[in-house]
């Protein structure tokens, strides 16, 4: 809950921001997810509907943040952003890296409003968060590299169903 000092509607509207940067991570993860799929890369497939799913999950702990705030509140569903369709392997990563990026500076600089408003705990769970997309970060970081150094031999290895 809230004290008496926090300035509870700032807190609530970027736990809602965060939650509608969530849902375009959700859905443009999902159509790479599916993309990949197609292409056959059944590894690659694999990671990116796994991180799709921390998404959801990130949306989902923070509409129950919202709710623990005040159960009154209905979280949005709201998506912001643009989910691009049709994108080919080797921008998905570049992509999908640099949206790891711009969500960790937002998240970094909601969990300092969080805290200048006396909600450790919303601060706290952004701090968390943020950890984990450092993780995607450095695996889209990591697989943009290897396609761009590896090219179609690391491919060829990604559609090995083991
Ligand atoms: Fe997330
Ligand atoms: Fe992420």
Redesign the pocket.
Known sequence: MSNKNSNTAKIIEVLNEARS??LC?ITQYMNHHYKLDDEDYVKLAKEMKRIAI??MK??EAFAERIKDIDSNQEPTFDIKGTVIKGQKIDAIYTHDKNSEDE?INKYNEFAKICRENNDVISATLFER?VT??QE?LNYFDDIANHIKELGNSFLARQTDKD
């Open positions: 940067m969530e991570g921390d998404e990130h949306a969500t968060i984990e997309e995607h």
